[in-house]
């Protein structure tokens, strides 16, 4: 199966900043990359995600980029703001495979 | 649009005893997913649905769990006997027939605590 590695576990940057948290995948068959916020107490939340055709994806201030050839990609947001706190997790998914492979999570800390 | 819904948010329950915990999907979503998380970790595959039909189980899903999606709609997943190993948040997430990327989207989680 679909091993997925994230880091780092945690991080933490003054507001304003930019953040990248980066994962590796080991299946050259995963072709579906999705992240997700998740607040303490809540379920995961969707925030962006991206095909294994695009290297690149931006959606205001988050943006993924993908190296298939590398195997890895990364989350990079932007202007940080304290709301941003919160872990984020990577995730991976083969082709013609129905499940999702997800990072350890990366419990990210915006400070004021 | 009212998201995925679980009941119930948190169970506490003592070793032994069992528990069932239920999940209602977006509405038109035929994809139903149960995962496991434990605290530090990213969600674990547990099983999935396809309508009503179970199609794929992971190999953590010992046989003192089973998860039923009798008419297509709200799934159950119940934990018999239940173990202190089995505490965990126990979280939902549902996709639309016309992702073909299977885009999930999660409920807030089912938290249990096994005494």
């Known amino acids: 199966g679909e091993n997925v590695e994230q880091h780092p576990s945690t991080l933490s940057v003054q507001e304003g900043d930019s953040a990248v948290i980066k994962c590796t995948y080991s299946?050259?068959?995963?072709?579906?990359f999705p992240w997700y916020k998740q607040e303490l107490g809540k379920g995961p939340q969707l925030i962006i995600d991206?095909?294994?055709?695009?290297g690149e994806k931006k959606d205001q201030r988050i943006a993924v980029t993908l190296n298939k050839t590398a195997k890895h990609f990364s989350l990079h947001i932007t202007e940080t703001q304290p709301e941003d706190s919160a872990v984020y997790f990577c995730?991976?998914?083969?082709?013609?495979?129905?499940?999702?492979?997800f990072g350890s999570g990366t419990k990210l800390n915006v400070k004021p | 649009d009212t998201g995925v819904s679980q009941d119930p948010r948190h169970k506490i329950t003592k070793r032994g005893q069992n528990v069932t915990f239920r999940c209602d999907p977006i509405?038109?979503?035929?994809?139903l997913y149960w995962y496991r998380q434990t605290l530090g970790q990213g969600p674990e595959f547990l099983t999935y649905?396809?309508?009503?039909?179970?199609?794929?189980k992971s190999r953590l899903l010992s046989d003192r769990f089973s998860a039923e999606r009798p008419k297509g709609s709200f799934s159950t997943l119940e934990i018999q006997r239940t173990e202190q190993g089995d505490s965990a948040m126990y979280l939902c997430?549902?996709?639309?027939?016309?992702?073909?990327?299977?885009?999930?989207?999660f409920g807030p989680g089912t938290r249990l605590t096994v005494l």
């Open positions: 997430a549902s996709s639309s027939p016309g992702q073909i990327y299977h885009t999930q989207y």
């Open positions: 991206i095909r294994s055709n695009v």
């Open positions: 509405s038109e979503h035929n994809r």
């Open positions: 299946d050259s068959a995963s072709n579906y």
């Open positions: 649905f396809q309508n009503e039909a179970q199609l794929e």
């Open positions: 995730a991976a998914k083969i082709d013609n495979f129905n499940k999702f492979y």
